[in-house]
């Protein structure tokens, strides 16, 4: 399709953006909602996308299953690094005085990763893949891996091979959200683990 470069060059202008915007988990909610959903959604309703062709509906069941297996088979990783502490100075990204503030702003955590995934793993993914699937895999992943700068340094290698098995899982569901799910339930659990003495 002709209108996707234009698609993937404003892609990239907004990711620029919204990494320099927000000081804190509820603008960060914000502008991820603005910049990685809204946005890009009405740019590529107006190129003449579908919703559908973005991954923005349920999908398939096989996609879900899949995401639930990599959940399980990540969890030994995950509770080798919430031990170590580049990983448990940083995590979770919010402050808290109870376990309420804790879940509640986990919800705003969700929002950042539906947004995340609505965005790389939905409207780079799905147009491009349609066309060539493992450029639109790579297409989606490199950006995506360089938002992780800054991050505790394991987390470049490991969201490069996340990036590419989520993008593997929404294309056979033909959706993002087990991915959305995938992201946002391991965060959770991973935010709790870093914050646990075991």
Not at 57 to 84: C, E, H, M, N, V
Not at 86 to 94: C, E, V
Not at 112 to 120: L, N, P, V
Request: hydrophobic share 55%; net charge neutral.
């Amino acid at each position: 399709m002709r209108k996707l470069p234009l698609l993937y060059l404003f892609g990239i202008f907004l990711i620029i953006l919204n990494h320099f915007l927000g000081s804190n988990i509820y603008e960060w909610a914000l502008y991820n909602t603005l910049f990685y959903i809204l946005v890009p959604l009405i740019l590529a309703l107006t190129l003449g996308l579908k919703h559908e062709d973005l991954g923005f509906k349920i999908g398939k069941r096989d996609g879900y299953k899949l995401a639930l297996a990599f959940f399980l088979l990540t969890l030994p990783i995950s509770l080798y690094a919430s031990q170590l502490e580049s990983f448990r100075n940083y995590y979770p990204l919010f402050s808290y005085n109870s376990w309420r503030e804790f879940l509640f702003k986990e919800l705003f955590i969700g929002v950042i990763m539906f947004a995340h995934e609505a965005f790389y793993r939905g409207i780079l993914l799905f147009p491009l893949a349609k066309e060539n699937e493992w450029l639109g895999i790579i297409a989606q992943n490199i950006p995506y891996t360089l938002v992780h700068i800054g991050k505790p340094p394991l987390e470049m290698p490991y969201s490069f091979i996340a990036g590419i098995v989520f993008a593997k899982i929404d294309l056979k569901s033909e959706s993002f959200l087990p991915s959305f799910l995938l992201h946002w339930i391991g965060a959770v659990v991973f935010d709790i683990l870093c914050i646990t003495t075991l």
